[in-house]
DNA sequence: TAGATTGTTAATCGATTAACAATC
DNA sequence: TAGATTGTTAATCGATTAACAATC
């Protein structure tokens, strides 16, 4: 079944395919034209047989005895992930990880851009943060609306989220990267991704402990 | 085969544990006693089966009718994550991120406690954020040895990543939860968790564009 | 050509889901 | 007791790993 240009990926693979990227840029400023499979997986300590088949969904073919043309292969998952055109997204709750958010300025190579941030607080409302103007989170709708802003940025307080994602969702929002421990409730046509902190915290403790006790465990 | 008091459980359960810790929470403060995995699931979007076998890792035994004791399960689950007595841990990178995380009250839901950051800067050192104090980088290793630190959080720039770990490793740190995007190359006696704001940014994006090509995804 | 590397098809492994007996 | 909910055993599903033919 044809879906467009979209092709249905495993979500593994789909979160390992910025880790290609990274090590593909490396590979490109030093001067290599290409890059087998090999030389991907052990540089991000995986099985070469992971690395062929992730990159096979971008369509990109290698060569047998060279590998995998670096240039296209770039291009290819920035295009796969939706990267090649910047996405402007607006930012809610300008505490202190919003402003990191504001102050990362990976993000460029990730085709996001945050165009405004807004907060509740008057004493924010009108200045800059990384040179991104704060708002009044009442105009958010209007803005949203306006720009036709497709993905939000929600790093408000727990107590503040759902609220927060309503108004968002209301104005038109379809993406929320939600920052906030709080499990949303949203229409299936709205697309949440929680960064989880406590969930990656949760991981390193039990390994931490299974060290400890004398089970090394594999890499998760 | 008995490997203390640790058992190995599957890494998505882990993941989920947390979940389970904050509903269980806000039980508690609510007043109730029990908490039936039909219920817990429906507030978590999952299914009563896999919370019954989360659950089951933890030793907790529900009862028929009624579910789970909530007090019980909250100790079990911070006991099984080694999050009932605080980790305490070193923060090296004093930049937007790592602030942000200095100022995270939540961490002491998890059983964190931040005692300490280190940056290079000198405008930095001697300074406190969020009430830690910020040391020079290079007392790190000794302040690590002296106080039997186990847990380097590390929030420093890309290219000071490697070397980072480094000298944490030497100094005796076991585990590092790593927000930098370098996959870091360290003996297999340490522990690391990554945190990947490009792979979490990647599955939204690619949502999102399955979305917009209309082939609605399960919530992933 | 010989040999290394790709891409695909099959096998394994592990997590999720289903079914159902046990029990309060 | 009857009925709801647990806990366990089996079935399904999906990702990883293995095997190997194709090809430069």
Redesign the interface.
């Known amino acids: 079944m044809t879906?467009?240009?979209?092709r249905?990926?495993a979500?593994p693979t789909?979160?390992?395919?910025?880790?290609y990227?990274?090590s593909l840029r490396d590979l490109q400023v030093q001067g290599e034209a290409f890059a087998s499979s090999a030389a991907l997986a052990k540089?991000?300590?995986l099985d070469p047989i992971v690395v062929r088949k992730d990159l096979a969904i971008t369509g990109v073919v290698g060569t047998p005895r060279r590998g995998f043309p670096v240039d296209a292969l770039i291009l290819a998952i920035m295009e796969?992930?939706?990267?090649s055109n910047t996405?402007d997204a607006f930012l809610c709750g300008v505490?202190?990880?919003g402003?990191?958010l504001?102050?990362?300025e990976?993000f460029q190579l990730?085709?996001?851009r945050i165009v405004a941030a807004f907060d509740a607080n008057p004493d924010k409302i009108g200045t800059k943060e990384?040179g991104v103007k704060i708002f009044d989170v009442r105009k958010m709708p209007t803005m949203i609306e306006r720009m036709h802003i497709?993905?939000g940025i929600l790093t408000v307080p727990a107590d503040a989220a759902q609220s927060a994602a309503n108004t968002m969702i209301a104005a038109g929002i379809?993406?929320i990267?939600n920052f906030t421990?709080v499990?949303l409730e949203v229409p299936?046509?709205v697309?949440?991704?929680r960064?989880?902190?406590?969930?990656?915290?949760?991981?390193?403790?039990?390994?931490?402990?299974?060290?400890?006790?004398?089970?090394?465990?594999s890499?998760?």
Chains 1, 2 share one sequence.
């Open positions: 879906l467009g240009q979209t249905t990926a979500i789909i979160k390992r395919l910025p880790l990227l990274r540089e991000l300590m796969f992930l939706g990267w996405t505490g202190s990880l402003r990191a504001l102050g990362y990976g990730y085709g996001l990384h497709q993905l379809r993406g990267w421990p499990k299936d046509t697309v949440i991704q960064v989880d902190l406590a969930s990656s915290l949760a991981v390193l403790s039990h390994r931490l402990a299974a060290q400890a006790a004398g089970c090394p465990l890499p998760g």
